[in-house]
């Protein structure tokens, strides 16, 4: 290789390098930026009445804490649903399923459905859960419509934490005479907990944020109180910012109130995600 190739190639990476760099902190700088518009426009007025206090007089004073226990509310149904199914059919995928083509289908099909838009989820909720199975507009209706959502990245996150165990671990298993199923309880399971426990706070963190989903399904322009059964509509915090940025009684006295909205959802959300970052660098 000539002296004038090998600097020319030196040269390219370095461009490429500088190139990825650039992207990275512009990237950066726009996340930044959002934040602290945001928070200088939210953090006047987040305080322990803002987040315990229901809103009042139109929307146009009080809290937020309807709508973010409806969001709870929501997150902890959607969750109920997705946990067990999505771990259940990721270690189908990786246990008991052939590499076949129908099973590669099955797997394409379910890496798509991650790239679906939410409003589309929404639509399909409104149809089978609110008309078809006769929930109607409820919690229960925008709950199970949040778990179709989440089930994608469940799915994916389980299967890759059951095939992340090593194969020796289960030949070790069976050597010393235990079942298949007593293999995934005492050796698989627990060795993937921790991946499969990120994988479930990362779906919470996309499922607290959603708002089209909710639109269709359930969610509450404004309720007096708290949502007390699953047939129930609920106030959730996404659309609540919706709502008192579009349909407010008074958009420009309610700024305040949206942007803190705003910033304890993200919060929130950065929180959750966080937490299912570090969770996975640690298991690394």
């Known amino acids: 290789m000539s002296r004038f190739s090998l600097q020319t190639r030196r040269s390219k ?16 700088a726009g996340v930044f930026f959002a934040l602290y518009f ?8 987040i305080s322990w009445e803002f987040i315990t206090e229901p809103p009042r007089d139109g929307m146009t004073a009080g809290g937020i804490w309807t709508p973010l226990v409806g969001t709870l509310q ?4 959607s969750m109920m649903a997705t946990i067990p199914v999505g771990v259940a059919t990721g270690l189908y995928f990786s246990e008991y399923a052939s590499d076949n083509a ?3 289908i099955l797997r394409l099909a379910i890496r798509s459905l991650a790239g679906v838009p939410s409003v589309v989820f929404g639509l399909f909720g409104l149809s089978l859960f609110v008309v078809l199975l006769g929930f109607g507009s409820s919690m229960l209706s925008a709950s199970l419509t949040l778990a ?16 992340a165990v090593p194969k020796e671990y289960r030949d070790a298993s069976y050597a010393l ?59 959730a915090l996404p659309y609540h910012i919706y709502v008192l940025a579009t349909a407010g ?30 969770m996975r660098r640690r298991r690394l």
């Open 102 to 104: 129908f099973t590669r």
């Open 13 to 28: 990476d370095r461009a490429a390098t500088l190139l990825l760099y650039c992207a990275a902190l512009l990237l950066c």
């Open 74 to 77: 929501l997150t902890f149904l």
């Open 177 to 235: 005479g235990a079942t298949r199923w007593q293999t995934i309880c005492k050796v698989v399971f627990p060795s993937a907990a921790s991946t499969v426990v990120t994988g479930i706070i990362l779906s919470v963190g996309r499922v607290a944020g959603e708002t089209a989903p909710i639109i269709f399904t359930g969610a509450a322009f404004y309720t007096p109180g708290l949502a007390r059964s699953i047939f129930e509509e609920v106030m």
């Open 249 to 278: 009684v008074n958009i420009e006295q309610t700024r305040p109130i949206q942007y803190g909205a705003i910033l304890v959802l993200v919060v929130l959300v950065l929180s959750v995600s966080s937490l299912g970052i570090w």
């Open 38 to 45: 945001v928070a200088s426009r939210g953090w006047q007025v």
């Open 148 to 163: 179709c959502l989440a089930l994608p990245l469940m799915i994916t996150a389980s299967e890759q934490a059951f095939m």
